[in-house]
């Protein structure tokens, strides 16, 4: 086996694991932003509710295309879509994530839990 046929096979599987840790940061961040109620984004002092919907929305379905194109293809590489959809997963998480989660679930229920 020559050097070079090993190097682009763990370039490839690399690749592929990237674009699976990608897409799961984008579909939490998209199913966190769903169970959050709309009144905890307004109290936050975050954008809207649909603002981050879309926006996670968009960067979970750009991560799984991108993910089945990197299945299809064995690992043609982070494409330029694919970072910015893990870019926004990432804001999401680290910031408004975070503010929301100190202001409760937004239901009946007291102190959030």
Do not use: H
């Not at 763990?10 to 940061?25: D, R, T």
């Not at 579909?27 to 109290?43: H, N, S």
């Not at 982070?78 to 100190?102: M, N, T």
Request: net charge positive.
């Amino acid at each position: 086996m020559f050097p070079w046929i090993l190097v682009t096979t763990v370039e490839n599987w690399l690749y592929i694991a990237l674009s699976l840790v990608a897409v799961v940061l984008a579909v939490w961040a998209f199913g966190d932003c769903l169970t959050r109620g709309k009144d905890q984004f307004e109290r936050a002092g975050q954008k809207t509710k649909t603002f981050w919907l879309l926006l996670t929305g968009v960067a979970a379905f750009v991560g799984l295309v991108s993910m089945a194109g990197a299945i299809g293809s064995l690992g043609a590489g982070f494409s330029l879509f694919q970072i910015a959809a893990l870019c926004v997963a990432a804001v999401y998480l680290a910031g408004p994530r975070g503010e929301l989660k100190l202001f409760g679930s937004g239901g009946s229920r007291p102190y959030g839990y």
